[in-house]
């Protein structure tokens, strides 16, 4: 199993120092999940914290076995009790997990939990129903505040841009518009239509995009490989792009070679990052 680049008491550590001196920074924290953190409250994107999926799948024919080991538990996370805003981009695990998002609900009373309107009913049944008033129920298009953080919501393709019967989307990006810095993170999502001419509009800071590709084989929906995260950055005008959803599971990654390689290429500002590493902003 690969180390993580700092976990713990290491990560929390280095955590703790940026919100005592009201800086700002992120970490990827594995998988999609990211912790933003400036003025000495946080942001967290799609965290997954937990085995859950591994316990889930063992024994079966798509083992989830995990690559890299866990930045830090999802109640020692909570206890920095600083945590404003919680995304959740669509129902899978990886995404979804109770097994992160009930600690972290419960260790920062103030979060509030953003989730596609039309998840709500299994969100609210893998979560429980104590959590109604936690959430928000977002669809592409929509817009909210959360203390200083503009929350806006982007359609993704996971394969399809999916819809339910009142036409709202089932899988979602996000846009953190947060005191002039501005963050997007697709969720899962392949490249579709609609989705460079939505996020032209907004002056992109940091795009947080996946490169584990869509391999009909894995038998799971697919996502932007790392040459097609490097385009869609360029094409966005993103002034950074992070790549994302790669060494968590052995049968579900990728290389980051080809997204760097693409960035390069292209011209397109990128950083690598491990889990557990964080970077300034």
């Known amino acids: 199993m690969k180390s993580a680049f700092q976990k713990d008491e290491a990560f929390l550590a280095d955590v703790r120092r940026v919100i005592r001196s009201k800086g700002r920074a992120l970490w990827w924290l594995g998988q999609s999940g990211f912790l933003v953190v400036q003025n000495g409250r946080a942001l967290v994107f799609d965290p997954y914290l937990s085995d ?10 798509k083992p989830h076995t995990r690559l890299t080991e866990r930045v830090v538990a999802p109640a020692t996370l909570a206890e920095l009790s600083v945590i404003d805003l919680i995304t959740s981009s669509h129902n899978h695990t990886d995404h979804l997990d109770a097994e992160t998002l009930l600690p972290l609900l419960a260790g920062n009373p103030q979060a509030r939990l953003v989730i596609p309107a039309a998840n709500l009913d299994f969100v609210l049944e893998r979560l429980g129903p104590d959590t109604a008033s936690r959430l928000i129920e977002f669809d ?23 819809r339910d019967a009142s036409g709202r989307c089932r899988f979602l990006g996000y846009i953190a518009d947060w005191n002039e810095l501005v963050l997007y993170h697709s969720g899962d999502t392949l490249w ?6 939505s996020l032209r509009r907004y002056e992109i800071d940091v795009a947080l995009l996946p490169i584990n590709g869509d391999r009909p084989e894995r038998r799971v929906a697919g996502n932007l490989d790392g040459r097609e995260a490097a385009q869609l950055a360029k094409a ?9 959803h790669f060494d968590l599971f052995e049968f579900n990654t990728a290389s980051p070679d080809e997204f760097i390689v693409e960035c390069q290429r292209i011209g397109q500002p990128f950083r690598v990052l491990r889990n557990g ?3 300034v902003l």
Do not use: F, W
Not at 52 to 61: C, G, P, R, V, W
Not at 236 to 244: Q, S, Y
């Open 52 to 61: 859950s999926l591994t316990h889930k799948y063992a024994n079966t024919d």
């Open 140 to 162: 592409d298009g929509a817009m909210a505040q959360v203390g200083e953080i503009h929350i806006h919501g982007i359609a993704s393709a996971h394969p399809t841009v999916e």
């Open 192 to 197: 579709h239509q609609a989705l460079a001419p």
């Open 236 to 244: 966005i005008g993103a002034r950074l792009v992070i790549p994302c």
């Open 277 to 279: 590493e964080g970077l």
